[in-house]
């Protein structure tokens, strides 16, 4: 029993990881958007 709680718990730590890298990801693709918005409408101006 006590196994499976170490297990569980691994698994949430993991998920928890990955979560935060997902979140990462998404800020990095979501700036980068921004940056690149940023290059077309001075590129428009």
């Known amino acids: 029993m006590i196994q ?3 297990r569980v718990a691994g698994m949430d ?3 928890h990881i990955a979560q935060l890298d997902l979140n ?3 800020q990095q693709l979501w700036s ?3 940056d690149s918005t940023d ?3 001075q590129v428009n101006a």
């Open 32 to 34: 980068h958007d921004q």
């Open 24 to 26: 990462l990801l998404v």
């Open 13 to 15: 730590a993991g998920l």
């Open 4 to 6: 499976l709680a170490g």
């Open 39 to 41: 290059a077309e409408a």
